[in-house]
């Protein structure tokens, strides 16, 4: 089992930058694919990224190629997301979750996080 605690939210102009964090205890962190979703008021909870265990392989939602970036540091049992050119568009509660294997679907991940908040101003 694990547990994660999300933080790095905040609120941030429009083209913008923040970097997400999420915490991990266990120490079977190293065996999960990671990913983040997020949830926006009103819509459903979306896939945003997700990395394999060994950071091998990255995945990304078409809309966040090129402008997220979701790297892990397995010592540290860390995952994050670096957000740059922040759109009003992203904001969203951002959710860390862990899972067996890897699938973009929310269904596929056992673990969350309580979620950080992100706003983006225009």
């Known amino acids: 089992q694990v547990q994660l605690v999300e933080s790095g939210g905040g609120l941030v102009q429009a083209g913008g930058s923040l970097r997400l964090s999420c915490a991990a205890s266990?120490?079977?962190?190293?065996?999960?694919?990671m990913g983040w979703f997020r949830q926006a008021p009103g819509k459903e909870r979306e896939f945003v990224a997700a990395i394999s265990w060994s950071g091998g392989s990255r995945f990304y939602a078409d809309s966040m190629k090129g402008r997220f970036t979701i790297s892990r540091d397995n010592a540290k049992n860390t995952v994050s997301l670096q957000m740059n050119s922040l759109k009003p568009e992203d904001t969203a509660v951002y959710y860390c979750?862990?899972?067996?294997?890897?699938?973009?679907?929310?269904?596929?991940?056992?673990?969350w996080g309580q979620g950080t908040q992100v706003t983006v101003s225009s």
């Open positions: 979750a862990a899972a067996n294997h890897y699938g973009p679907s929310d269904r596929t991940y056992d673990y």
């Open positions: 266990g120490r079977t962190f190293s065996s999960y694919v």
